[in-house]
């Protein structure tokens, strides 16, 4: 009794932990897609001296986006810090300090109003390409201009004057036209990759695949570190390439996963009938997302009575993710019958995603 209570105390200390993502932040890989980018029409060198700071920042930015995704797309969806290499205002930073060192109200109306708002955006949580991105919009007159953050929070019109053409000209040796058009493609560079076909349909397909990892870590059972690498060594085909992990399988598998169960042996004395006992499943498979979610495990369970054998071995079966009864052979005819009492699903549920992921990398 003391060595088996020992054995399922250990199992049960050991389950209790959960598994740890240990990320870095800074390990993105240069992938061939992503330097392709830099063959974009938009990413063309500029002549303008004082753009020349900008098209570096966003077009780092632009790269670190996408080697991200390819990285860890749903990691990407959740954490800006990753998505944007640790950076993820540094491209801003250099869009306020242009505006502020080279354009100024006098020339160039409510652009202080441009400079305040832009300040306070920030990226979400969920991507948003028009987000950091300078438009300048034409008006219906030949010479009327508007400068506008693509989230549409500044469109205020102006008049390109004579004095303002001599700005342009001071600060670009351009023409206020072509000058607007040179900022506009400038800090459009970093939406390059978040704002393509393939990645908008990329980014519905994680945010579904995030939801349903979501779904398993919520409704499956509780999963130890024992039961994830073991689900992992199954799955391992499916998840090979080690980093953006496919959707969450459809099985769940157990080993060596400790319990207490309360449990009925007809057999026993009177007043031993009914006791608290030890339980450890040996090997258990789960269909977690079916109809009706259901599973089974070989098991055993142990419970120190005055009569009849101490030790059953059987089967336990599964329902609705949440509860599991047992059948337990004690031998000589003897059979009891029990319901397990999970304490692991005590615990907080656990980050299926990042669970098995890291199990991956391992």
């Known amino acids: 009794m003391k060595r088996l209570t020992l054995f399922v105390t250990t199992l049960l200390l050991l389950n209790s932990f959960a598994w740890v993502v240990h990320a870095d932040n800074n390990a993105i890989a240069d992938y061939p897609d992503c330097a392709k980018l830099r063959t974009h029409n938009n990413v063309r060198e500029t ?16 790269l670190a986006t996408c080697a991200a995704f390819n990285e ?12 944007t290499a640790g950076k993820p205002n540094g491209n801003r930073a250099e869009l306020v300090k242009l505006l502020r060192q080279n354009f100024s109200d006098e020339p160039f109306p409510d652009i202080s109003d441009v400079i305040v708002e832009w300040q306070s955006v920030d990226y979400t949580q969920a991507l948003n390409s028009q987000l950091y991105s300078l438009n300048v919009i034409q008006g219906k007159r030949r010479d009327e201009y508007a400068f506008m953050l693509q989230s549409g929070t500044s469109n205020i019109s102006f008049m ?27 800090t459009s560079v970093q939406n390059i990759f978040l704002g393509s076909n393939e990645i908008k349909q990329a980014l519905v397909n994680t945010a579904q ?3 349903d ?11 130890t570190f024992i039961d994830i690498a073991f689900t992992s060594w199954i799955y391992s085909e499916e998840f090979s390439n080690g980093k953006s992990l496919p959707p969450p399988p459809k099985y769940q598998f157990f080993a060596l996963r400790p319990s207490i169960a309360y449990e009925h042996f007809s057999a026993a004395e009177s007043g031993d009938k009914d006791e608290m006992t030890l339980a450890v499943e040996w090997v258990g498979i789960n269909q977690w997302d079916a109809d009706i979610p259901w599973g089974v495990s070989i098991a055993s369970v142990y419970a120190d009575r005055s009569k009849g054998r101490k030790l059953g071995h059987g089967l336990m079966l599964h329902l609705n993710n949440k509860l599991s009864i047992g059948f337990a052979n004690r031998g000589g005819g003897d059979n009891s019958v029990y319901i397990n009492i999970d304490l692991l699903n005590w615990f907080s549920r656990f980050d299926a995603y990042a669970s098995f992921k890291n199990a991956m990398l391992d």
């Open 47 to 62: 002549d303008v001296a004082i753009l020349q700071p900008i098209l570096a920042a966003t077009t780092e930015f632009m």
């Open 72 to 83: 860890d797309d749903m990691r990407a969806l959740n954490d800006r810090h990753f998505l």
């Open 160 to 186: 390109v004057d004579d004095r303002m053409q001599q700005a342009c000209l001071k600060l670009s040796t351009m023409a206020c036209d072509l000058f607007f058009k040179e900022v506009e493609r400038v």
């Open 209 to 211: 695949k995030r939801q």
């Open 213 to 223: 990892w979501h779904r398993f870590g919520e409704e499956g059972r509780f999963m």
